[in-house]
């Protein structure tokens, strides 16, 4: 079971702007950094968002914040390339371990 | 640049034990970071398995904490994880992968395909 709540689909057009949210608690979002995984095709993850930082190599039109407990990541300007399954992710303190969010599939209309 | 590379049976058999080793190129496996591995099943989402420091300090998932054991083989510059009496429930893709400790995992193998069947 997933200690993490993502919304199940989230759909735009190329262009559009749009926010996938991450819901956690107080023991996992509420106090670490949460990352943002792509993973088209299930592959392998890629980090597109570490805090709200990007890594090295990483457009700059993700973008990641966290208001509490809930983390959001914004997609400005959707590309067709941007069509993927995203799962947030963090540590959580009382698992003693990482926990996923239950993954958000993005579709470009 | 670091790279991490899974290898190990694509085939185990139920009861059996599935081992996997990740292969680190690219960079120290002695280092500030951890090394876990994470698996997903068909059509699922990502589960963490388990994380180790290369001093052999370990975090392992409740829900497979029985079953779960990890090395680090920091002359081979590997690290590895044994799953016991794996049943059809285990079979997955597995990653590993690099992280800090208490923070995202940064880096990410290709994973590799283990199905367990008779």
């Known amino acids: 079971q997933s200690a993490l709540t993502q919304e199940a689909s989230v759909s735009g057009t190329v262009g559009q702007n749009i926010t996938l949210s991450c819901t956690g608690n107080?023991?996992?979002?509420?106090?670490?950094?949460v990352g943002w995984y792509q993973q088209i095709s299930h592959g392998a993850p890629k980090i597109v968002v570490f805090?709200?930082s990007l890594p090295s190599g990483i457009p700059d039109h993700f973008s990641g914040s966290k208001s509490g407990t809930t983390a959001s990541l914004t997609i400005s300007g959707l590309q067709p390339e941007d069509e993927a399954d995203y799962y947030c992710s963090t540590w959580d303190y009382s698992l003693s371990g990482h926990v996923f969010g239950t993954g958000t599939k993005v579709t470009v209309l | 640049q670091l790279q991490l590379r899974e290898s190990g049976p694509g085939l185990v058999k139920p009861s059996e034990t599935l081992s996997l080793t990740c292969t680190v190129s690219?960079?120290?496996?002695?280092?500030?970071?951890?090394w876990g591995w994470v698996r997903q099943s068909p059509g699922a989402g990502l589960e963490w398995i388990g994380s180790m420091y290369y001093s052999g300090s370990t975090y392992y998932n409740p829900s497979l904490k029985s079953r779960v054991t990890m090395s680090v083989h920091t002359s081979k510059s590997q690290f590895s994880l044994n799953l016991t009496s794996v049943t059809a429930a285990d079979t997955a893709l597995y990653f590993c992968?690099?992280?800090?400790?208490?923070?995202?995992?940064?880096?990410w193998g290709q994973g590799t395909l283990v199905t367990v069947s008779s």
């Open positions: 690219g960079g120290s496996i002695i280092s500030s970071h951890y």
């Open positions: 805090g709200n």
């Open positions: 107080s023991d996992n979002i509420g106090s670490y950094i």
């Open positions: 992968a690099r992280h800090k400790l208490g923070s995202p995992l940064e880096n």
